[in-house]
Structure formats: structure tokens, C-alpha cells
């Protein structure tokens, strides 16, 4: 068994300690992606809304680095700092997936995180197509 470090230029780079996404038996599995501002490591401001955006467009660029896509997804785990936000992150994480006929399974939790964020995402999805690495 094998695996592939993904990484792009499209999505904020990974700390230090982990990946943006790894493909491994024909799965891409994308790291917690929080919602920085592109070019910077700094969470982007306008709420719970703005940010679920954001990481979805994060972990999209990651996918599609990967060959795979928001369509692929199989697993989607998000954490909130509130659920107080619950409807409000989905009305935004919907934005994406309203013309998906096959939802991916989906966990949400309520934790602690760490520069302020609201929010943060990871997934699993399959691959489709070769990986543009």
C-alpha cells in the first residue's frame, strides 16, 4: 500500500506536522482545513457563514488536486466553536452541496478551536481522476 502527499498551491499550505491531503487506495483524505484568508494564516473575519465558505473552497482545491471533487465526498467531519452556529454553517456548507444528489455521510461536533475560528472541516473522498500533483 502506497500513499500520495497532495499538496497545492490553491489551499493554504499544511503545518508544519501534517499534509493538505494524502491519497492512499484510491481515497483522498484532506487534513482539518480552517478558514484563512488566502496568501496569510490568518482566520478570515464575517462570521460562521464566511468561514464554512472558505474552507469548503479550501478543501475543494485540495480535492481537485487530488482528482477528486465536492461530488467524490464520502465523509465530511465538522467541528464548531459554537452550536449556537449549527444552522447558520449549514445554511453555508449547503451553498455547495444543494445540486449533490449523493450527500456524503456527515458528523458535527461542538470543540474548542484554536485561532479564534468558528469552524473546521476535514474529509475523505474517493478518487476519480489522476492526481494534477
Known amino acids: 500500500m502506497s500513499k500520495t502527499v497532495i ?3 490553491n489551499a493554504p499550505p ?10 492512499c487506495n484510491g481515497m483522498i483524505h484532506c487534513s482539518g482545513s480552517l478558514a484563512f484568508e488566502p496568501g496569510t494564516m490568518k482566520v478570515i473575519s464575517g462570521g460562521i457563514k464566511a468561514e464554512t465558505r472558505q474552507i469548503i473552497k479550501n478543501l475543494e482545491a485540495v480535492l481537485e488536486a487530488g482528482g477528486s471533487s465536492l461530488a ?5 467531519n ?10 447558520a454553517m449549514n445554511e453555508a456548507y ?3 452541496f444543494a445540486d449533490i444528489p449523493q450527500k456524503p455521510c456527515r458528523t458535527c461536533v461542538a470543540v474548542q478551536l484554536a ?3 468558528k ?14 500533483l
Open 7 to 9: 499538496f497545492t498551491k
Open 115 to 117: 485561532l479564534g475560528a
Open 78 to 87: 465538522v467541528f464548531i466553536a459554537s452550536m449556537d452556529d449549527f444552522k
Open 119 to 132: 469552524v473546521e472541516i476535514d474529509c475523505v473522498a474517493l478518487v476519480r481522476s489522476r492526481a494534477r
Open 14 to 23: 499544511a503545518p508544519p506536522y501534517a499534509s493538505q491531503g494524502i491519497i
Open 72 to 76: 467524490d465526498l464520502v465523509k465530511v
Open 94 to 96: 449547503d451553498e455547495f
